[in-house]
């Protein structure tokens, strides 16, 4: 009797132990489901605003991805211990130039396994789905759908920073994507409602996105030959660019409606780099995919900057012009669009696809769109890292990263 009951207690015990071994994966954390929940966009006031997703609306009935299910592991974030420090620490350094230190508490929190490519593949799925609304074609399954006029991320006339809320069953976990578009800089009449896209040039670009003699500045900053005055430049941006405000809201907003979520941020192009800052701001797990270099416009911003920001992961790819930061000179196809996009360095990690060399395509500003992303780099594994035994390449920190080289930024008041 005795015998028998250890032995079945033995057989069970090693058919487990067994299936594990044939079956690895067995053993990995089930990947976390998660459910669109709501749309949030920015009204002509400059608030942000939430719609509700019902599971009866026409987006869930019709849509082939009501469901996303994502890998997570474990991940090292820094997040100040204070909010408060944090925002006294920027307006003293914006106003008085000093540095003041804050302490930044190391937690580990569970973030987008970004090492899988299925996770990765989705939350480019769910961020290509913010330029979207529920029901409308598009929605992926992209399909046919999409061609070279597909919207890349700086739509001059869109209605500013948009995008969706998805969220896990228990609300334990929220992944928050955001669409960005200049005119998110627009609030509503205001000192900037004419500046429309010249405001990316003013947060992306060395000086004031002075090209040439031909172009329009967008601050009074240039000082002759390459000269660029910083207090002129930062005074500017501050006034004027409503961009990390409507960001630093959003995440406001979404911790209120979520005190108790895990939040991760996701993004594409103008949306990854705001997503980023958000990221290093409030410590949240995030993958920015085709974002300009947002590392200049952190510091123009006087954001404090955490111990560490390897949270924040980028996805680009080589031939895209403005993750690139070569979306400048007076005849590119940026530039023609009244575009300078000069920054190139990324915070935190960069996986970094070497599409030119490795699949020899051209540079060119329609390989930036999502869809591009979803279609080519991300539907396979990528070969040159199948060769390492990964199928994404490797996130590495982009050291040695030189911004803005030919320009001497300083001290130049206005004669
Ligand atoms: C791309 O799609 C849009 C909207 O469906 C359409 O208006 C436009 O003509 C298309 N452009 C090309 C080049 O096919
Ligand atoms: C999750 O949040 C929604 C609000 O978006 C709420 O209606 C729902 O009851 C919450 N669910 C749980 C399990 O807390
Ligand atoms: C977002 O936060 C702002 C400021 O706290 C508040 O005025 C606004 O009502 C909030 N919006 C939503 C949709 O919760
Ligand atoms: C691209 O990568 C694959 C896999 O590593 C390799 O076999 C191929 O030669 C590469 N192509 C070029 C043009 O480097």
Same mark, same amino acid.
């Given at each position: %009797? ?26 990995? @954390?089930?990947?976390? /489901?998660?459910?669109?929940? &709501?749309? &949030? ?12 997703? /019902? #599971? ?10 009501? *469901?996303?299910?994502? #890998?997570? #592991? ?7 211990? *204070? ?6 620490? #920027?307006?003293?350094? %914006? ?13 580990? $929190? ?15 799925? %769910? ?17 046919? /759908? ?71 500045? $967008? ?14 430049? !930062? !005074? ?28 991760? %941020? ?37 954001? @404090?900057? @955490? ?13 895209? @012009? ?23 360095? &990324? ?25 591009? $992303? ?10 040159? *890292? $199948? ?18 080289? *030919? ?9």
């Amino acid at each position: %009797m005795l015998l028998s009951t250890v032995t079945s207690w033995l057989a069970i015990f090693l058919a487990a132990s067994l299936r594990n071994e044939q079956h690895p994966s067995a053993a990995l @954390p089930a990947p976390l /489901q998660f459910e669109l929940r &709501h749309l &949030h966009a920015v009204s002509s006031d400059a608030q942000v605003v939430f719609k509700d997703v /019902q #599971r009866s609306d026409a987006l869930s009935a019709t849509s082939e991805l009501s *469901s996303y299910a994502l #890998r997570s #592991r474990r991940i090292k974030t820094r997040r100040p211990s *204070s909010p408060d420090a944090f925002d006294r620490a #920027r307006v003293r350094s %914006m106003r008085f130039r000093e540095t003041e230190a804050i302490d930044w508490d190391e937690i580990e $929190v569970e973030g987008p396994d970004t090492e899988d490519r299925e996770t990765l593949l989705l939350l480019a799925k %769910m961020t290509n789905n913010a330029y979207l609304s529920p029901g409308e074609q598009g929605w992926y399954e992209l399909g046919e /759908q999409w061609n070279v006029s597909y919207p890349f991320g700086w739509e001059p006339d869109d209605d500013g920073f948009r995008g969706h809320v998805f969220a896990t069953p228990d609300n334990s976990t929220i992944v928050l994507s955001i669409k960005g578009t200049s005119a998110a800089f627009i609030g509503g009449g205001g000192p900037t409602a004419k500046k429309d896209k010249f405001n990316d040039n003013l947060l992306f670009s060395c000086c004031c996105a002075r090209v040439d003699w031909t172009w329009t500045t $967008v601050c009074g900053c240039y000082r002759g030959g390459w000269k660029c005055d910083q207090d002129c430049l !930062e !005074e500017a941006l501050i006034e004027e660019s409503l961009f990390y405000t409507i960001g630093t809201n959003l995440y406001n907003n979404l911790t209120y409606l979520y005190p108790e979520a895990n939040i991760w %941020m996701t993004g594409h192009s103008l949306g990854g780099a705001l997503a980023s800052l958000l990221g290093v701001t409030f410590g949240t797990p995030t993958l920015a995919i085709e974002s300009p270099g947002e590392k200049m416009a952190a510091a123009r911003l006087h954001l @404090p900057s @955490p111990p560490s920001d390897q949270h924040i992961t980028h996805l680009y790819h080589t031939a895209d @012009p403005i993750a690139m930061g070569t979306c400048n000179g007076v005849l590119s196809s940026c530039a023609l669009g009244g575009y300078a996009m000069e920054s190139k360095c &990324h915070l935190g990690k960069s996986i970094i696809y070497d599409t030119v060399s490795n699949l020899s395509w051209a540079v060119d500003i329609r390989t930036h769109t999502i869809v591009n $992303v979803i279609e080519k780099l991300l539907a396979e594994p990528w070969p040159p *890292s $199948v060769d390492e035994g990964r199928e994404v390449p490797e996130a590495v920190a982009e050291e040695d990263c030189v911004e803005c080289f *030919s320009w001497d930024f300083g001290d130049y008041p206005a004669k």
